[in-house]
C-alpha cells in the first residue's frame, strides 16, 4: 500500500477522492424503474408476476409467493445445525443491544392543568429488502429485521428475488425466521419495492422499506420516499484505522484488508503517527493478499481507495478521521478512550486491539446497517429510532390557557393569522 | 360546510383526495433549480450574489451580507416591546420543552472486558432557512432554532432573502437573535440553500439543512440531499378534530378555521358521532366566515378540503383518525385521554376543549413542524433528534473476543468473506 506524509494537500485531495464514489450516473436507469413503479402500482399482482419472470426467470402467482412453512423447514435442513446456532448466538446479543435503544414516551404536568408529552409510538408494517443469490449475507437480515422487532413493530414483510427454481436463498429464509419476519415473498427488484410501496393483491403496503439492494431496488426506494419512509442509500464500505506506535501491524492490516473485500469502491485508510507502524501494515497487506481468495477486488480497491497517511501529531489524525466521517473507525492506540472522546463523526469506533471490525459486521450486537460516504457526520446506524416515531401531546387547562391568552392573540396577529387568533378568543369571550 | 355519513367509500374518496394535495407537479422548475445549484457550487459568492440582485433586487456583496448588530438594534426598534417580550415568553416554554428531549450516550459493560454503547454527538453546524417577506412567521424561526440549539449544535447560520433594499425582515431578526442564531446571511432560494450545502467564501458549509421555504428552495433542498441531511419538505397544513356531544361547536369551528385560512390546499377535518354536533359546526363555521380577514382562503380550502364527518361509533371515528394520520389532532371529547391512547398516527395531539391548534403554533412548547399528508404514520416532529446523531461503541477485550472467535470467522466464511475471517483467525493464530 501507498505510504503519504499527512499534509493539507494529500488531506484534500483523500476528501475529494473518497467523495467521488458517490454514485451519481444513476440517471440512465431512472426511466424503467418509474415504469416498474407505475406498472406496479396500477396492474398489481399482474405485474409483479410479469416481472418476476422477466428478470428472475421464476414462475410466481398468488398460490406460491408466500414461502411455505415447508420452504422455511427445508431451508433449516440445508443451512444445517452449526450455521444455524451461530445465528441464533449473533441474533442474541444483536437483539440486545437493540432493546436497550427503546425509548419511552413520557410527559410533564403543571398543577394548572397542564401537560405536555411526547408519545413513542412503533411503526405499525415495516418492509425488509433482501437481494438474493450472491449477494444474500444473513447476517444483513438480523440487522435489518432486529431493530423493527425490538421497536414493537407489528408486522415484518420480507421481499427477496427466486432464484429460477422459485426457491430462496435458505440462509435468509433461516435468518428471517429466527429474527421474527411475519412473512417472506418471493419478489426482488424495483417490483418488490413498488408492491411495498402501494400494495397488491398479495402483498400489503408498508410504512417504511429497509434493506440493501442493487441500482434498481435503490432508485425505487428513492422514488417511493414521501410516500412511505426508507433507510438511507448504502455507499461503498469503509473502514479507518487509528493507530500508534503500540498496535500490532499484522492485526491492523488484516482489518484493512477486510473492509477492501467488499468491493472495489470500498475504502480502507490508516492513519498513524508513527512512519515505522506505516511500514509494517503496508508489509503485512502484501504478506496478506498472496494468501485471500478476494485478493483481486482487495487490489483494486487498495489501488483507488487504500491509504496509509503519516501525521505529525495525533491531533491531526483525529483531525482527519472527524473530517472523513469513516463508516468504521478503529482506535489501536495506547489510550484508545482517551482519543475515542474526540471523536465526533463515525458510524462505528471500534476500542482496542480485539475489537476487529468483522466483530461488530457478525456478533457483538450493534447495527452493521451503518453512514458511509461522509454521511455520519449528520446520519446515524440503523436503529430501532428508524422504526418509532413520535407524536406531541399537548393539553391546557381552561386556567392554564386563561394564562396567556391574550399573548397568543397578539403573536397570531403579528402573523396576520386571524382565525388562529380567533380560536383562541372565542374561549374567553363573554357568554 | 358540507356533512357526510361516513362509510366506506367516503373513507376511500376523503384518503385519495388528501393525497392529491401532495404536489408531484415540480418538474418544470427542477432544470432551473439545478442550474443555480450547480452555477454557485463552482463560482460560490459570485453566483449567490448575482442570484440575490436577479431574484430579490437587491444588491449584495461580501460587505454586507452578514446581517449587523447595528441591523439587529435596528429590528428590536422596529419589533417593539410588546411582540419582543411575547416572542420571550413563547421561547422560555419552547426550550423547556425541547431540553426534556435530549438523548445520552450510554454504555453497558461486562467483567470479561466488553463494553458496547452508544454516543450522542449534535451536528457540527446546520442551517436554518427563513422565507422572506410576507411569509416570514417569527414562530418558525423559534421553532427550527430551539431544538438545534437544545441538541447543542456548535454553530448555527440562518439565511432568509434581503428586500429589494436589502434589509430583512425584522421579527425574524429578532425571532432569530433571541433564539440563538449565531450569524445571519442576507440570502434566499436555491442559491442559500446551494450555498449551505457547499460553502462559498463568505457562507460555510453546514451539516443540515431545515425550515420552509417555497418551491424552490423545496427542490433545492432535496437536491442537495446525501451531500448534506434536510428536514423534511413540509406538505399543506391540516387539522382532524375528534369531537362527541359533549364538544363545543363553537370551538370546534373556530379550531377548524384556523387551518383552513392557511392556504387554499388546507384540510380541515371533524369527525364526530354526534349528528347535532356536526350541524352546530356547520352553522359557527358559516358564522364565522363573515367576520374573518382570510374568508377567501378558508372558502376555497373548506370547499375542496373540509369535511364534516358523522360516524356510527368512536371506533370508526379513531380508525379514520389513524388512516389520515393528521399532522394536527384535537380531541374534544368526554374522556380524551381514554382516545389518546388508540391514536398510533398523528404530529401533535391536542386533548380538550382549552387546546386549541394555535396554543400548539405558538406558545405551548412542542414544535410546530410536524409531519404531513398522511406521513405521520412514520415520521415525528422536528425535534432534538433531527440535530444529533449516534456512533456505536464497540470494545471487546481479549477474553471477549476469544469466547467467540470461531463463531465470527464460521459466519465469516458461510457469507465466502474470507478477508473479514482472517481479521479475526491473525489475532489468535500461534505466535
Redesign the interface.
Known sequence: MRIQHLDKNIKMNLLEDLLKR?PNNYGKYEQGVAEILDHVRSEKDAAVFTYTEKFDGAKIDASNIKVTEEEIKEAYELVGE??TG??R??LFNIRD?HE??R?NS?F?SKPNG???G??V?P??RVGVYVPGG?AA???SVLMNIAPAKAAGVDEIVMVTPPGKDGKVTP?TLVAAHEAGADVVYKVGGAQAIAALAYGTESIPKV??IVGPGNIYVALAKRAVY?H??IDA?AGPSEILVIADETANP??VA??L??Q???DELASAILVTTSQKLAEKVSEEVDG?LN????SEI?RKSLDNYGYILVADTMEEVIDIANEIASEHLEIQTKN?YDI?TR?????????????????????????HV??TNG???????L?V?DFI??????????E??GA?HT??E???E??????????????FEKK
Open positions: 458517490s452449526e450455521l451461530i445465528i448466538k449473533a443491544y436497550r435503544q425509548q413520557w410533564e397542564t401537560m405536555l411526547q408519545k409510538t411503526l405499525q450472491k449475507y444473513p447476517s440462509t410504512d417504511k414521501g412511505v419512509s442509500i499484522r492485526y488484516a482489518d484488508l477486510s477492501a473485500e467488499h496478506f494468501e485471500l481468495s478476494r482487495i484508545p475515542m471523536i465526533r463523526n463515525a458510524g462505528a469506533i471500534f476500542i482496542g486491539e480485539y475489537s476487529s471490525e468483522p466483530l461488530g459486521d457478525y456478533f457483538a450486537g450493534p447495527n451503518l453512514p454521511t455520519a457526520k449528520f446520519f446515524s446506524p436503529s429510532d416515531k413520535k407524536s406531541s401531546i399537548i393539553a391546557y387547562s381552561q392554564a390557557l396567556i399573548d397568543i397578539k403573536f397570531a403579528a402573523e396576520h393569522l386571524t382565525a388562529h387568533a380567533n380560536s383562541i378568543k372565542v374561549r
